[in-house]
């Protein structure tokens, strides 16, 4: 028998598995930790890779689009059962170029969507009573353009009407996003094929 089989094993140290089981515990808890800290002390903060290409309503508000009155056709309750999603636009009674850009900019976006489009209606709504001749322009850029008039309890609206803006409201009724001036039709696009995606998917 060889001395080396007559020597007694020494016990392995105790330390190497506990390191390994802290540097593990470690490794899943610092991202809770770093999540904390940035909720806490950086909450505006978003990451370089945010997905939305609009500005993300924080927290989402009801829209009220209830009480909003039509100029004609169902009332957005009725809608919303064939077409969940909304993009508006909000103006005073005549629509300038900025805003008929911004009709024309929500026409190609739900175009574009191909078969998903009947899923989003479009609505132009006005603070006031529509001048006729925009409401013919409105209506010739987007034959299927619904028009009403905000009353005065839906000031969640018409509170930052930014001239060229689009809206859009969640099939619950609540503002999430908000599209500034000259937004693309491209930007919105992404949006809504994510979003419509999604809901699919739930």
């Known amino acids: 028998m060889s001395a080396e089989l007559l020597e007694p094993r020494r016990p392995t140290s105790g330390w190497l598995p506990r390191f390994a089981l802290i540097g593990l515990f ?11 800290v940035l909720n806490v002390f950086a909450p505006d903060w978003l990451p370089f890779g945010r997905v939305n290409h609009g500005e993300l309503v924080q927290p989402a508000v009801p829209a009220g689009l209830e009480r909003i009155q039509v100029l004609d056709g169902p009332a957005w309750t009725e809608t919303v059962e064939l077409a969940p999603w909304t993009l508006l636009h909000v103006t005073g009674p005549v629509c300038i170029q900025v805003c008929r850009d911004a009709l024309v900019n ?3 976006a ?5 078969k998903d489009a009947d899923r989003v209606s479009r609505w132009w709504l ?3 009573i529509p001048e006729a001749r925009s409401v013919a322009i409105a ?3 987007d034959p299927g353009l619904r028009i009403g008039r905000i009353a005065g ?10 001239p060229g803006m689009v809206q859009l409201v969640d099939p619950a009724g609540y503002l999430i996003l908000r599209y500034r001036d000259a937004a693309a039709a491209s930007d ?9 995606k999604i809901s699919i998917q739930g």
């Open 139 to 141: 209506r010739n850029i």
């Open 106 to 108: 929500m026409r190609q």
């Open 188 to 196: 919105i696009l992404k949006d809504l094929k994510r979003l419509l």
């Open 110 to 114: 739900r175009l574009a969507l191909g």
């Open 126 to 128: 006005v603070t006031g």
């Open 153 to 162: 309890d839906a000031s969640v609206l018409s509170a930052h009407p930014a």
């Open 26 to 36: 470690c490794l899943f808890l610092l991202p809770i930790i770093g999540a904390y």
